[in-house]
Each structure stands twice: as structure tokens, then as C-alpha cells.
């Protein structure tokens, strides 16, 4: 789904989010400065592979961080939810689920 979308329309989703908010490069920047505001989130410098997202994310105007986040949100909202007897709770997020 997400190849059918153009660049254009996650440049449209990012210019609704604020670059003067505190999520954005600014919160990247406090990640460098180990003042993450989650636990979780700080655990974003763990890896070298999202601790180099961080550092572009923070040393950019914002534009590359908002057009991210809005792909992002898009493919989240593509996703399908399970109901019914469908759903699964995950007791073990580490434990790989097959299904019968």
C-alpha cells in the first residue's frame, strides 16, 4: 500500500506537525543528551542502527524526522486489526507466534 502514495502526501501529513513541538528534533536531541523522556525511548541509542536515525533526526530542520514519522503513521493505520476470536494476547513479546 504504502509504494502508492506519493512523496507529496507525506510532505501534506508532515506540515501538520509542528516543527516547534518538543517531538520532533528537539526530542532527538535530548535522546543524545541521555534525557529521554521514557525508558523505552532512550533505548532508541541501544542500537547503532536507530542511534544513527537519532543523530540525522536531530541535526536536520525537522522536515526529514515529520516526513518519516507521517509514513510511518500511514503504515500503522494500514495494518489490520484482529477482533474477535481472531485477537491474540502476547504474554512473551520475545517469543516468535506461529499460527495453527
Not at 502514495?5 to 535522546?31: A, M, T
Not at 529521554?36 to 536515525?53: I, K, P, V
Request: proline share 1%.
Amino acid at each position: 500500500m504504502e509504494s502508492s502514495v506519493s512523496i507529496e502526501y507525506y510532505q501534506g501529513l508532515s506540515s501538520s506537525i509542528s516543527s516547534g513541538s518538543v517531538f520532533g528534533p528537539r526530542y532527538c536531541e535530548s535522546l543524545l543528551r541521555g534525557r529521554g523522556l521514557l525508558f523505552a525511548d532512550q533505548q532508541l541509542m541501544a542500537s547503532d542502527e536507530t542511534a544513527e536515525l537519532v543523530r540525522a533526526y536531530a541535526f536536520n530542520d525537522g522536515t526529514t524526522f515529520r516526513i518519516d514519522f507521517a509514513r510511518a503513521m500511514v503504515k500503522m493505520s494500514n495494518l489490520d486489526v484482529l477482533t474477535g476470536s481472531q485477537r491474540q494476547i502476547q504474554f512473551n513479546c520475545s517469543r516468535l507466534v506461529t499460527s495453527n
